[in-house]
């Protein structure tokens, strides 16, 4: 099943404007990553933030992270049309101490940006 | 540096067929995931492979199997194949693994259809 939900489930913005996509999470995590997905390719990771970590900074990317209420936020500043693509944030947290830990990918979000 | 190749890229099969999918990680990484992707239910993890050891299971049946080999290749095995076994399957690799799982690093994917 998955760890986090994202919303919106899709976006639709011109260029210039800026995104913002929000993940919630059910579990304690270790951290968070962010990765982006052009349709039907790899995966490309953007950010990871750390537990105790509130905020980074990444070019045009913002990631915040609420432990408290369990959900973080990705904001594309100035986007263009080539940030078309869908989103997705995954958590980790951890099994057992030193042991195997895995991502956990959310629902994504399909941003479209239009010229 | 290479990045993570999977092959084959595209293949079909029919139902009670078996396919392999291979992956070769980035050099220097010892730990590969595994990831099926489907518009249903989006990134679901498969397993993870340390140092020729599976590490991490997901909740998928037995007709879906690993390996890793000492050059930290790994293959994939599906067995007795299903309509719904119709996915992109999603391998990563990266440096670590356990409790500092960071960065994970993508191929392009194997796209399955089972007719």
């Known amino acids: 099943s998955q760890q986090g939900e994202e919303d919106p489930q899709a976006l639709s913005i011109q260029e210039g404007e800026n995104a913002t996509m929000n993940c919630s999470y059910k579990t304690s995590i270790n951290n968070l990553q962010w990765y982006r997905q052009n349709s039907g390719r790899g995966l490309v990771h953007l950010i990871l933030?750390?537990?105790?970590?509130r905020e980074k900074h990444s070019g045009r990317l913002r990631v915040t992270l609420d432990t408290s209420k369990k959900s973080s936020s990705l904001l594309i500043t100035a986007s263009r049309a080539a940030d078309t693509a869908s989103y997705f944030c995954a958590t980790v947290h951890v099994i057992n101490t030193g042991t195997a830990s895995k991502l956990t990918f959310g629902t994504g979000t399909r941003l479209q940006v239009t010229l | 540096k290479a990045g993570v190749t999977q092959t084959p890229r595209y293949l079909i099969k029919t139902r009670g067929q078996q396919v392999t999918l291979s992956c070769s990680p980035i050099?220097?990484?010892?730990?590969v995931s595994w990831y099926q992707q489907t518009p249903g239910q989006g990134l679901q993890f498969l397993f993870e492979?340390?140092?020729?050891?599976?590490?991490n299971k997901g909740n998928f049946p037995g007709r879906f199997s690993g390996r890793q080999f000492s050059n930290s290749r790994s293959e994939m095995n599906v067995s007795t194949l299903e309509l719904g076994d119709s996915a992109l399957y999603l391998c990563?690799?990266?440096?670590?693994?356990?409790?500092?799982?960071?960065?994970?690093?993508f191929g392009e994917g194997s796209r399955l259809t089972v007719l």
């Open positions: 990563a690799s990266s440096v670590e693994q356990g409790a500092n799982t960071g960065e994970l690093f």
């Open positions: 492979y340390f140092s020729e050891t599976q590490r």
């Open positions: 050099s220097g990484h010892r730990s």
């Open positions: 933030i750390r537990s105790n970590e």
